[in-house]
């Protein structure tokens, strides 16, 4: 499904990321880890056609997206939740949602997403005419994964899920991530909560000052002692 | 829903017949031409929400639309003998294509840099129009006087049809206005100028959406223009191109309440008010005091209600049933 070679970019010449190559076939899950500062948002918005690409390939379904603007790259399936979720915050939970419909014509398809959104998350249903500046952290979290899957991506990435959400919520939006999975959506992930992470990925990338120093299972990365070391305090 | 837009309807319209009957109760031509002043702004201020207050977008450039539509309509009349009624679109269409050319390149700067950069435009294209022979340069077009009657539109005798032929105007700008707001492109518009980013990640295109939202503004900044150049029957490069055309232009929106159907209306009230008043008052030494009091003006709006003078009134109702709400749990 994706396919990322060697890539590079950077913030007016400090390069960000060096040297990133990963793969996610279809109805995977994967998880992109590491610390603060160390590339990974980078990669989702070079990914996603928000960051330049100075260097490397990537390839969706064998299409290649160099050079492709950010808006066209959605129609193609690939969908970036940005970190802090950038909701349109005046606006109301059902605007939002319409908003991520933006290039699903398609009415039906409109209404059995807003009705997958309203089930899922029945406290958006409830909340469906309040803007979204009022909800809390969690439900903000929700809203935006909801409104990224409303044009039906094939490859869904989430920067930050867990991102400000209650502790209490964080286990509902990992549930959520694997539900969405059982819908054949792949799930490139970005994540601090390198546990939570790894758990429900199905393999694991860890990015250091801008390249990939290791990969493997979820599980294999979980029970590595360099990342137990690094990043889980063990 | 219903409960709230039925008065909303009532409201608008009582606001139209008080409009339309104003006039005719005030028929001093003085104080008509203070009346036609407001409506002009207003109609300008409308037009430039449309971009710079629901797309977020600052222009400081309008008079370069403004100044299309005066030009366009006025060369059209002088050369071809086309009627205003006609020029005035052709005038909006010449500015909507400008604005797409301009647009362009300027939508890659943001914020303060397109506004920095719709500035350079209005100058760079001022300065053409001073030195341009086919356009009489700095002396300026007249239209010629004997020809009055509705198909010319110039009236010698009485104010009232530039006052009703603006008021139409003030109207479909509205109108248009509102229909935007209400409609999916609305929702574009206020998604690019709240989270930029997020609007992309979703697959708007921000640059089209942008072009749209001027190409519409500048069309009825245009036809703002041609209805100046209809009523003075004089334009030249100071009048319509000037530098402090655009930024009246953008105030009005801004003391009004940016984003709001008619808070440009309101703006437009307050500053073509003040503004004639000075004027009244200071006469010419006083030159330049206009220019005083809209540099309050900003200062006032930026410091203590940036949401502008629709700002305040919400604040004002929310505040007034919570005070009532008090009352009765005392009571």
């Known amino acids: ?234 | 829903m219903t409960t709230i837009h039925l008065p909303k309807t009532v409201g608008a319209l009582a606001l139209l017949g008080f409009a339309l009957l104003l006039p005719l109760v005030i028929q001093d031509p003085a104080r008509q031409n203070f009346l036609i002043l407001i409506l002009m702004g207003a109609q300008l201020g409308v037009a430039w929400n449309i971009i710079g207050g629901y797309a977020g977008q600052v222009s400081l450039g309008h008079a370069v639309f403004y100044g299309i539509g005066a030009y366009t309509s006025t060369m059209l009349s002088l050369k071809l003998g086309l009627s205003p009624w006609l020029g005035m679109l052709a005038g909006g269409v010449v500015a909507s294509a400008f604005s797409v050319a301009m647009g362009w390149p300027c939508f890659r700067l943001k914020g303060h840099y397109f506004a920095m950069a719709t500035i350079a435009v209005a100058e760079i294209v001022q300065v053409l129009v001073t030195n341009s022979e086919t356009l009489e340069g700095a002396v300026g077009l007249s239209l010629p006087m004997g020809n009055t009657g509705v198909a010319a539109m110039v009236f010698s005798t009485s104010k009232l049809p530039y006052y009703y032929i603006i008021l139409g105007l003030l109207v479909v700008t509205v109108l248009a206005s509102w229909a935007i707001e209400r409609s999916h492109i609305g929702y574009y518009f206020r998604a690019i100028k709240d989270e930029p980013e997020a609007a992309r990640a979703l697959g708007v295109s921000l640059t089209r959406y942008k072009l749209v939202a001027i190409a519409v503004s500048s069309f009825f900044t245009a036809m703002g223009g041609s209805f100046y150049a209809q009523k003075e029957m004089f334009i030249d490069p100071g009048s319509v191109l000037a530098t402090g055309v655009s930024i009246k232009i953008a105030l009005i929106a801004i003391l009004g309440g940016v984003g709001t159907l008619l808070g440009p209306v309101l703006g437009a009230g307050i500053l073509i008010t003040i503004e004639e008043y000075s004027r009244v008052l200071f006469g010419s030494t006083g030159s330049g005091t206009d220019m005083i009091i809209y540099a309050l003006m900003i200062i006032l709006v930026a410091v203590y209600s940036p949401a502008g003078v629709m700002g305040l009134l919400h604040e004002l109702r929310r505040r007034i049933p919570s005070l009532r709400a008090k009352a009765e749990v005392r009571a």
Request: some cysteine; aromatic content about 4%.
């Open chain 1, 1 to 234: 499904m994706l396919d990322v070679r060697n890539i590079q970019s950077s913030y007016r010449r400090v390069p960000a990321i060096r040297d990133v190559s990963l793969t996610l076939s279809k109805g995977e899950i994967v998880a992109i880890v590491g610390g603060n500062g160390n590339g990974k948002s980078t990669t989702l918005r070079t990914i996603a056609g928000l960051n330049v690409l100075d260097g490397g390939t990537i390839q969706l379904k064998g299409k290649a997206l160099a050079g492709m603007p950010a808006h066209e790259r959605v129609r193609l399936g690939l969908v970036l939740v940005p970190e802090g979720r950038r909701l349109f915050a005046r606006l109301t939970v059902e605007q939002n949602l319409l908003l991520g419909a933006f290039i699903a014509d398609d009415p039906v398809h409109r209404q059995e997403m807003l009705e997958f959104a309203y089930t899922t998350f029945p406290v958006l249903g409830e909340r469906r005419k309040q803007q979204a500046g009022t909800l809390s952290g969690g439900e903000q979290q929700m809203l935006a994964m909801c409104r990224g899957l409303m044009s039906r991506p094939d490859l869904l990435m989430l920067d930050e899920p867990s991102w400000g959400v209650a502790p209490k919520l964080v286990t509902r939006i990992f549930e959520t991530i694997q539900a969405i999975r059982e819908r054949g959506i792949s799930i490139l992930l970005v994540e601090q909560n390198i546990h939570r992470a790894l758990e429900i990925a199905d393999r694991g990338y860890v990015i250091q000052t801008g390249r990939i120093v290791m990969q493997g299972t979820g599980k294999d990365l979980l029970g590595n002692d360099m990342v137990r070391q690094a990043y889980l305090g063990m």
